[in-house]
T-cell receptor
Framework: DTGVSQNPRHKITKRGQNVTFRCDPISEHNRLYWYRQTLGQGPEFLTYFQNEAQLEKSRLLSDRFSAERPKGSFSTLEIQRTEQGDSAMYLC?????????????FGPGTRLTVL | EDQVTQSPEALRLQEGESSSLNCSYTVSGLRGLFWYRQDPGKGPEFLFTLYSAGEEKEKERLKATLTKKESFLHITAPKPEDSATYLCAVQAKGGSYIPTFGRGTSLIVHP
């Protein structure tokens, strides 16, 4: 078990560019979550998948954001036409949800800076 | 709407000086309360899950307790390596397993 991995770890982009982040969850986990975290705040939920189905999206997730989880394995989060307000740490977490047990395990995050 | 309030926002301790962090919550039926540790620039690291009032869990110098309105994270004889931000999160029953996080308590332990 290598844990949750995220790539890239850091991304610097110019306003208006598109960026894509990848998350590889713990292999036996059926749920995958994306969060955004800014300085001094706790993680804010963006969206989650159960297997390959995207089950819920936060109202924070504007139409510039899209996420996929093809075949229920890794996931990608794309931000189109980035804005300076998108600068944040983007966290991915995974869990195995069964019988009420649902601890989420986080990856190291992708730090996005929009210039 | 589920709410989580953590206090204090920041805490400075001397090595060996025990203290407690507080997590007050409002939720329509608690499924679980989670504690995480987060080091600067890294993702949160899972520490504990508590499910019902009266439950306690321990790990090294950390002990988490739960009542119907709040949870405490007790740190006994802390060391500088315990310096981190400690996050609390709650999950409501009947929901979609999406936790609501507090803003965290930033702990600094001085040698």
């Amino acid at each position: 078990d290598t844990g949750v991995s995220q790539n890239p770890r850091h991304k610097i982009t110019k306003r208006g560019q598109n960026v894509t982040f990848r998350c590889d969850p713990i292999s036996e986990h059926n749920r995958l979550y994306w969060y955004r975290q800014t300085l001094g705040q706790g993680p804010e939920f963006l969206t989650y998948f159960q297997n390959e189905a995207q089950l819920e999206k936060s109202r924070l997730l504007s139409d510039r954001f899209s996420a996929e989880r093809p075949k229920g394995s890794f996931s990608t989060l794309e931000i189109q036409r980035t804005e300076q307000g998108d600068s944040a740490m983007y966290l991915c977490a995974s869990s195995f949800t069964a019988g009420g047990y649902n601890e989420q395990f986080f990856g190291p995050g992708t730090r996005l800076t929009v210039l | 709407e589920d709410q989580v309030t953590q206090s204090p926002e920041a805490l400075r301790l001397q090595e060996g000086e025990s203290s407690s962090l507080n997590c007050s919550y409002t939720v329509s039926g608690l499924r679980g309360l989670f504690w995480y540790r987060q080091d600067p620039g890294k993702g949160p690291e899972f520490l504990f899950t508590l499910y019902s009032a009266g439950e306690e869990k321990e790990k090294e110098r950390l002990k988490a307790t739960l009542t119907k309105k709040e949870s405490f994270l007790h740190i006994t004889a802390p060391k500088p390596e315990d310096s981190a931000t400690y996050l609390c999160a709650v999950q409501a029953k009947g929901g979609s397993y999406i936790p609501t996080f507090g803003r965290g308590t930033s702990l600094i332990v001085h040698p």
